[in-house]
């Protein structure tokens, strides 16, 4: 299977820091371990990906990806926070594809 070289640019916002990040597509399994290996941040996405614990909540505009359907347990696991925006979703969820190009994506805390 080849994959898409076009790079995947886009910017994480967390602790009033603003990080630009470069990934490929295929390149990680998802935001959430993204996120991980590239800021290193404690207690997020502690449910490792399944959905559940809510600790790697995100904020995505300026990207298709709020508009994508939620699968899984997403749904369930963000109706239990009471969030009110259609534009949070748990970073475990979101794959790394062209969609998250020039996408601003705010880290919950």
């Given at each position: 299977?080849?994959?898409?070289?076009?790079?995947?640019?886009?910017?994480?916002?967390?602790?009033?820091?603003?990080?630009?990040l470069?990934?490929?597509?295929?390149?990680?399994?998802?935001?959430?371990?993204?996120?991980?290996?590239?800021?290193?941040?404690?207690?997020?996405?502690?449910?490792?990906g399944?959905?559940?614990?809510?600790?790697?909540?995100?904020?995505?505009?300026g990207?298709?990806?709020?508009?994508?359907?939620?699968?899984?347990?997403?749904?369930?696991t963000?109706?239990?926070?009471?969030?009110?925006?259609?534009?949070?979703?748990?970073?475990?969820?979101?794959?790394?594809?062209?969609?998250?190009?020039?996408?601003?994506?705010?880290?919950?805390?």
């Amino acid at each position: 299977m080849s994959y898409p070289r076009n790079p995947i640019v886009f910017s994480i916002l967390y602790a009033g820091e603003e990080y630009h990040l470069k990934t490929f597509w295929g390149e990680y399994r998802d935001l959430r371990a993204l996120i991980n290996d590239q800021l290193s941040l404690e207690d997020f996405g502690q449910c490792g990906g399944i959905g559940r614990c809510a600790t790697c909540m995100v904020e995505i505009s300026g990207s298709e990806i709020e508009a994508l359907p939620m699968e899984r347990n997403e749904f369930t696991t963000l109706s239990k926070q009471h969030t009110g925006s259609a534009k949070v979703r748990l970073s475990c969820q979101i794959p790394i594809n062209d969609d998250l190009t020039n996408a601003v994506i705010k880290i919950v805390e």
